[in-house]
Structures are given as structure tokens and as C-alpha cells.
């Protein structure tokens, strides 16, 4: 249940629509449900925002079944991530408006009312370091941001970035995604003045440590404003960059919200 919801749900029961008893049913599961092998957050938009997202990883299919079901009942924007092939093809049977998008490795379903907000540009330092950069995209995207993508710009070729950095001034907030040595956030950093998520990889050779090397180059990066998230963690440079975006949070939005 979300901000919308609920208080349509109050503006019923005050207008004698909705009697008490119905109302209490409703909200039966809030803050959350009890499945036995995981506690279902219904109360998440209500807090954050956005609903409750499922990591696949680790999880049972009928886990992730179970668990989908809950979730799609509330008719907002649902994300799956790190979902395989397998579990995405059950997944997206289960609505009619769930995508699977196959190299984010996320199953979403985006909220059709809402209108994309602000501009959240994310950059990659290679091809390889896409698949992280697509989690990030999809995931501002069904949050509600608006989102562009500039792939394959790193430093053994900076030119390809400094001839399209006119975008970067155009952003609200900037992802910077790379592998190997990590260096590419600190050169976007001494570009703009946007706020920059950077994100490390595990893509490189031996000495990247499975990403070790880009997170401690980006940890220890010499231009400010750079906020740094873990390895690989596509969604949640993603959900951070739209947060900045959006706003979410600050004195004003509170203020517009009361």
C-alpha cells in the first residue's frame, strides 16, 4: 500500500464508502505479512517511497513466487532483481505488464501514471561494465526518474567522453560505472558539479580483485562530490541516483507533500 492508496482509502471510510471493518481488512497486512520464511514489508511505500524489491539471488523459486504475489496485490511498481532466465519466465507470468529485461537481470513492472522526473545520466567506462550500468538504469527508471546512458567512454579513450560531456551539465545527478582501475568517476568528478554514484566492477584482470581494485580507487578518488556504492550493486547506484534526483526527502518535497 502507498501514500496514494491509503489515503484514498481514509477519504472512503470519512466519506462512508468504505465502513470501519472494511477498512481494517485492508490493512490486514500492514506493516507486514508473516510467509513463515520471509516478513512481506507492505508498509515500505508508505516510508521510503517504493515498494518492497526482491534480490532473486539466494532465494527458492517459491520463495520468489510467494513473495511476487504478495507484493503484486498492491498495483504499484514492482521490481525483481538478479533474476535468472528461468525464475523471470515464472515471474513475468504471473502480470500482464511485467518485462523481464534480460541483461539487467531484473523483472519490473513500472507504475504507467507516473511521469519520469529530472535527469539521472549514467556512464560506463566499458562495454562490460554495461550489464551493471542496465541495473542501475532500470531501476531509476521504475522509481520514477528520468534516465540517459553513455556507454564505452573510459579513459583509454577519454575522448569519446569529453565530446559528449554536455549531457553531464544536463544531469541532476550522475552514475559512473567502471571495472579494471576504476578511475573514470574521478575524471567525471573534475567535469561537473553534479553529485556522481560511483560503482565499481569486478570486470578486469587479476590485479582488479574481482573489483577490489576500482572500489579502492573510487573510495580514495581526488575529486569531490563522489559517493561510492559496493561492487556490482547496480540497484542500489540506481535507487540512490534517484532519490538525489527526485529529492527525495528534502524540506520542499515534504512541504509540497503537506
Known amino acids: 500500500m502507498n501514500q496514494k492508496q491509503l489515503t484514498k482509502l481514509l477519504k472512503d471510510v470519512q466519506g462512508g464508502q468504505t465502513s470501519i471493518p472494511q477498512a481494517l481488512q485492508e490493512l490486514r497486512t500492514l506493516p507486514f505479512e508473516d510467509l513463515g520464511f520471509a516478513s512481506v514489508d507492505h508498509h515500505r511505500s508508505l516510508r521510503q517511497g517504493f515498494p518492497e524489491v526482491i534480490l532473486c539471488e539466494g ?14 496485490k498492491s498495483d504499484g511498481p514492482f521490481l525483481a532483481t538478479r533474476a535468472d532466465p528461468a525464475i523471470a519466465k515464472r515471474l513475468i507470468r ?5 518485462v523481464y529485461h534480460e541483461m539487467a537481470r531484473i523483472v519490473a513492472i513500472p507504475d504507467p501514471t507516473q511521469k519520469p522526473e529530472g535527469l539521472v545520466v549514467i556512464v ?7 550489464p551493471v550500468a542496465e541495473e542501475a538504469r532500470i531501476t531509476a527508471e521504475v522509481m520514477g526518474s528520468q534516465v540517459t546512458t553513455l556507454y564505452d ?5 577519454i ?12 544531469a541532476r545527478v550522475v552514475i ?10 574521478s575524471v567525471v568528478g573534475g567535469l561537473i558539479d553534479r553529485p556522481i554514484v ?5 570486470q578486469g584482470y587479476g590485479a582488479n580483485f574481482g573489483g577490489l581494485a576500482p572500489l579502492l580507487t573510487m573510495l580514495n578518488a581526488c575529486s569531490s562530490g563522489i559517493g561510492v556504492v559496493n561492487i556490482d550493486n547496480g540497484f542500489g547506484a540506481g535507487c540512490l541516483a534517484h532519490r538525489i534526483n527526485a529529492g527525495v526527502g528534502t524540506p520542499q518535497k515534504a512541504k509540497k507533500a503537506r
Open 59 to 72: 532465494k527458492t523459486s517459491t520463495q520468489i513466487l510467494a513473495i511476487a504475489k504478495k507484493l503484486m
Open 94 to 98: 504471473l502480470h500482464r505488464h511485467a
Open 124 to 130: 560506463t567506462a566499458g562495454t562490460s561494465d554495461i
Open 153 to 157: 567512454v573510459g579513459v583509454a579513450g
Open 159 to 170: 575522448h569519446r567522453l569529453l565530446d559528449r560531456q554536455a549531457i553531464l551539465h544536463e
Open 176 to 185: 559512473v560505472v567502471a571495472g579494471m582501475d576504476g578511475v573514470l568517476p
Open 198 to 202: 560511483a560503482v565499481p566492477t569486478s
